[in-house]
């Protein structure tokens, strides 16, 4: 009772620590494609391993993955246990809320300590453990800076692949609405590759959601360099163009490329495809520049419409830079409903390039 008065400013101090500032790649992009190209699953293996190397003080759990030749169900933890030895790696029980929640408490034993876990073998079984994450997420500001769980938190999320209900989720819309968690969801096999370093070697929570369908896709396969790292909050200019801003992140990345292949040659417009990478936090200094060069705006991402991340991006855009728009922020993402098994179901739920299409052609037309 006799202490003084909390000052009302200091609400904002402790939320997320400073992160790792990468070293060689600044601004996380690189120019070097002679190599070989990598895909997106092999580049988080290599970079977990490495990363294993260069600080003895990491530890992995969770499901399945350090089972025989196996690792995971995707096989991203493939050979970890044989080169690092079950001490560092070790299957945990199928009890989500139980993996988050000794990788918390793990991480107080020694500030080195780094723990990645495998929250669940796919995004949509999470759900058991949102009360431990919540815990992991407010831990640095609950204790004013003295404790902040070192911990990456990979999960395999979206769909693409008729997975339905229970396999095909993407859960980052409920996640981005609690404060005291980087976020990051990746396109690309480079990108993935680079924010899974800087991750490893910040302070802090750090959520990595991989879009599972691009694993060991074509499209997503890139060179990766050696050590490449990526800065959180920095989004990356995947095709500029000066037509329309069309913002976006993990699996519909890929569709708006393709999207914008297609209109440039049908049309000879020139669309500035953006590829955020980093939900949290949002790189809005490289949409702003996007968005005064061409006036248009169209999100798109796989996750619903209706209270999608794609919503606080339009209220960011429509507020700081209404007066350098020419026509109506426009989102396409998925239906308000559950995921469906049927690939039918799925088409019609989940955002494709017909979706796309229409949209930025109707905007490019306004």
Not at 69 to 98: L, S
Request: with cysteine.
């Amino acid at each position: 009772l006799a202490a003084p008065e909390p000052d009302p400013a200091t609400i904002f101090d402790y939320v997320l620590p400073e992160p790792y500032q990468p070293q060689k790649y600044t601004d996380g992009t690189h120019k070097e494609e002679n190599g070989e190209k990598r895909t997106l699953v092999t580049a988080i293996n290599e970079t977990l391993k490495a990363e294993f190397r260069h600080n003895p003080n990491t530890f992995l759990w969770g499901q399945d993955v350090a089972n025989k030749d196996k690792g995971g169900v995707f096989n991203v933890t493939k050979g970890m246990q044989q080169e690092f030895g079950p001490k560092r790696i070790f299957n945990a029980p199928i009890a989500e809320d139980y993996i988050v929640g000794t990788a918390n408490g793990m991480c107080r034993f020694d500030p080195k300590i780094h723990v990645v876990v495998e929250g669940a073998e796919f995004a949509d079984y999470f759900w058991p453990a949102i009360e431990q994450y919540v815990e992991c997420t407010h831990e640095y500001w609950r204790s004013n800076g003295q404790f902040t769980p070192n911990l990456t938190l990979r999960l395999a999320s979206g769909g693409y692949i008729g997975g339905g209900l229970y396999h095909s989720q993407t859960i980052e819309g409920a996640l981005t609405s609690i404060p005291g968690a980087r976020i990051v969801y990746p396109s690309f096999a480079d990108d993935a590759a680079g924010l899974l370093r800087t991750s490893l070697r910040s302070k802090g929570f750090t959520v990595f959601l991989e879009p599972k369908a691009q694993y060991n896709s074509v499209e997503a396969a890139s060179f990766v360099p050696e050590d490449f790292e990526v800065p959180f909050g920095k989004a990356r200019i995947r095709r500029p163009g000066n037509d329309l801003s069309v913002i976006t992140y993990g699996n519909t990345t890929h569709f708006c490329l393709s999207v914008a292949e297609k209109l440039k040659k049908e049309h000879n417009w020139d669309m500035e495809v953006i590829d955020i990478r980093s939900l949290i936090p949002l790189d809005t200094e490289t949409i702003f520049a996007s968005v005064k060069k061409t006036s248009k705006v169209l999100i798109v991402h796989e996750d619903k419409v209706f209270s999608g991340f794609g919503a606080e991006i339009a209220g960011i855009v429509g507020t700081e830079m209404f007066r350098y728009l020419d026509a109506p922020i426009q989102r396409v993402g998925s239906t308000f409903t559950p995921v469906g098994f049927h690939p039918v179901l799925e088409k019609a739920i989940l955002p494709g390039e017909e979706r796309i299409y229409n949209a930025a052609k109707a905007l490019l037309e306004y």
